[in-house]
């Protein structure tokens, strides 16, 4: 398989994938011995309860929520949701 250029050339992303060539599996649930809960609670607010569940991950949410997270409701995510947009914007302006 062909490596486009960019992957090479960024400094984000898996740095492993270049030396690869099928999916390595190992490290899919490294994040739940990795990730602090104040992490894991970040990213929960961030995203939502309601939209992590409907992407599929309830299981990952159920663990997080396990660790000591909890659904802080939608005003909250809307609160993160409204930040992103603003960095965005400024980004872009």
């Avoid at 949701?81 to 960095?87: D, E, H, L, N, S």
């Amino acid at each position: 398989m062909e490596q486009p250029e960019y992957l090479r050339s960024s400094r984000f992303g898996d740095r492993k994938i270049l030396e690869r060539k099928a999916v390595d599996d190992r490290s899919v649930y490294t994040w739940q011995t990795e990730l602090r809960i104040q992490e894991m609670q970040a990213i929960t607010d961030a995203i939502g309860a309601e939209l992590l569940i409907d992407l599929g991950y309830e299981q990952e949410l159920r663990h997080v929520q396990q660790a000591g997270t909890v659904d802080r409701g939608r005003a909250v995510t809307e609160q993160y949701r409204q930040v992103f947009q603003t960095w965005w914007d400024l980004r872009r302006a």
